[in-house]
C-alpha cells in the first residue's frame, strides 16, 4: 500500500504564502513524476505544478511565477512554495505521483487525500 499525505494548508491574507508538503509512504521502489493539483468548489479538478524525476517542472500559467515546486527524492517528498497568493488560490490542493512498488513493476498513480488552502482579500 502506498500513502501520499499532504500537510501545510490553511489560511492566509492575500499577498501571503503558504508552502505544502507531500510525504509519500508504503511499499515504494521508486518515484517518477510528482505534482500538485487543485480543486475549487463547483470546478473542475486543475494542474497547478509537476516535477520529473530529474526536477524538470511544468506550472500552470495562473501560477507561474509564484509557486515553486520541488522535491526531495531521499526524504520521498515533494513541495509547494506559494508566493503572492490571491483568493483565487482558494482550493483543496491535491498531491500526485506516479509510484512504482517494486522492480518489475508499471508505475501507478496515486492522489492524497488534499490539503484546504484559503485565502483571504
Known amino acids: 500500500q502506498v500513502q501520499l499525505v499532504e500537510s501545510g494548508g490553511g489560511l492566509v491574507q492575500a499577498g501571503g504564502s503558504l508552502r505544502l508538503s507531500c510525504l509519500a509512504s508504503?511499499?515504494?521502489?521508486?518515484?517518477?513524476?510528482m505534482g500538485w493539483y487543485r480543486q475549487a468548489p463547483g470546478k473542475e479538478r486543475e494542474l497547478v505544478a509537476t516535477?520529473?524525476?530529474?526536477?524538470?517542472?511544468n506550472y500552470a500559467d495562473s501560477v507561474k511565477g509564484r509557486f515553486t515546486i520541488s522535491r526531495d527524492n531521499a526524504k520521498k517528498t515533494v513541495y509547494l512554495q506559494m508566493n503572492s497568493l490571491k483568493p483565487e488560490d482558494t482550493a483543496v490542493y491535491y498531491c500526485n505521483a506516479d509510484i512504482r512498488h517494486i522492480y518489475s513493476s508499471p508505475y501507478l498513480n496515486y492522489w492524497g487525500q488534499g490539503t484546504q488552502v484559503t485565502v483571504s482579500s
Open positions: 508504503g511499499s515504494i521502489f521508486s518515484i517518477d513524476a
Open positions: 516535477i520529473s524525476s530529474v526536477c524538470s517542472t
